[in-house]
């Protein structure tokens, strides 16, 4: 028995026509793989319960205030003289780096505090103005806020209470990136240069954007 | 005669710098600084490196400043992959070491700031050591450090 090859043949030519008609057109049919950074993209971003924050004002902050454009979160308190001032250092002149590079692209640096039981609303945007009066500074519920941390894979607890600051706070020092579909989409390690940062950020934000036009998450 | 002189002052010296008993004062602390800080907190950091020049351990205990109610010695470490820092209350420092109070390492925290820290201000500490002998030094206040 003879097969006839024609309609394979057709059907060959018309995947493969489709496929450079995509390529031609931006989009890609494979799948892409995230970029390695100074911590970790994830090749799926990952998408956040709901979790209520508040900000200065006595306005909530919610995942819906992540949308839109890209954030960058760290926590921290303001009792912290070392590592939180030059992790809002680095923010700062990250900021700057990407106002030159992405003049077009918006973005949300952030700042949450570990220790809600004395850092009000109020106190920590006062504390972030002091770097840059773009940045937002949060606090919130307790609860909210462990919550919120574990999200995004931070951890912290008290530390000890032998000094005069009254308590000390063990906290992770990484930064959460968060996509403008307000999803999880990577971290960055300590010790943060807002060099490495600026240079990670346009890797993931590339990948991103190869995600969005692969044809492969559809 | 004036030789004589010349030689028992030089003897003096020598000896005055090589003395059996390490005191706080003879420590070398070089670049000390710290950053400006926001209006609302009430704690800070001062920064430097110290080496013990003399031939004698010293313990570094404490401090003193105008500036701050308190001053303490903290040190960054990790615990559980979360960062925070341990107030130290005595911190050995042995002859010829080189002990770096730098971000991420050691630092003097001053607690219970009286007025932030401005940019280009200039303020005593005094370093306390175990056996009460103190090391003066002033302190540089950086608008920005990288």
């Known amino acids: ?218 | 005669m004036r030789n004589r002189v010349r030689y028992s002052l030089l003897a003096l010296g020598l000896v005055g710098s090589t003395a059996t008993f390490a005191d706080c004062k003879d420590l070398d602390v070089k670049g000390a600084w710290s950053r400006a800080t926001a209006p609302v907190v009430n704690v800070g950091a001062v920064y430097f490196d110290l080496t013990n020049t003399t031939s004698q351990a010293v313990t570094l205990i404490g401090g003193s400043t105008p500036v701050s109610d308190t001053v303490e010695l903290h040190r960054r470490e990790m615990k559980n992959g979360m960062m925070g820092m341990r107030h130290m209350h005595a911190v050995k420092v042995a002859a010829g070491q080189k002990l770096e109070f730098q971000p991420g390492k050691y630092h003097v925290m001053l607690i219970g700031l009286k007025h932030p820290l401005k940019a280009e201000q200039v303020f005593p500490l005094s370093l306390q050591c175990a056996d009460g002998s103190q090391r003066k030094i002033e302190v540089l206040v950086h608008k920005i450090m990288q």
């Open chain 1, 1 to 218: 028995m003879r097969l006839n090859h024609k309609p394979i043949l057709f059907l060959i030519i018309l995947i493969l026509m489709l496929g450079i008609a995509a390529w031609r057109a931006g989009l890609n049919l494979l799948p892409v793989t995230p970029p390695k950074i100074y911590g970790m993209t994830f090749s799926e971003p990952k998408t956040l319960a709901p979790f209520v924050l508040q900000s200065a004002g006595g306005r909530a902050f919610t995942q819906k205030d992540l949308h839109g454009h890209w954030s960058f979160i760290y926590f921290g308190y303001t009792h912290c003289p070392d590592a939180c001032p030059i992790t809002m250092l680095q923010f700062k002149q990250l900021q700057e780096t990407l106002r030159k590079t992405m003049p077009k692209q918006r973005l949300a640096f952030i700042m949450v505090t570990v220790d809600p039981e004395r850092d009000t609303p109020k106190l920590m945007q006062a504390y972030v103005n002091h770097f840059a009066t773009s940045f937002h500074g949060l606090s919130g519920d307790s609860m909210e806020i462990k919550a919120f941390a574990k999200q995004l894979f931070v951890g912290y607890q008290r530390g000890e209470d032998n000094t005069a600051i009254g308590y000390t706070m063990y906290h992770s020092d990484s930064i959460a990136v968060i996509n403008p579909d307000g999803q999880f989409a990577a971290v960055f390690a300590s010790p943060h240069k807002a060099k490495n940062m600026a240079q990670d950020f346009l890797k993931v934000a590339a990948y991103q954007q190869q995600r969005d036009q692969s044809l492969f998450y559809r």
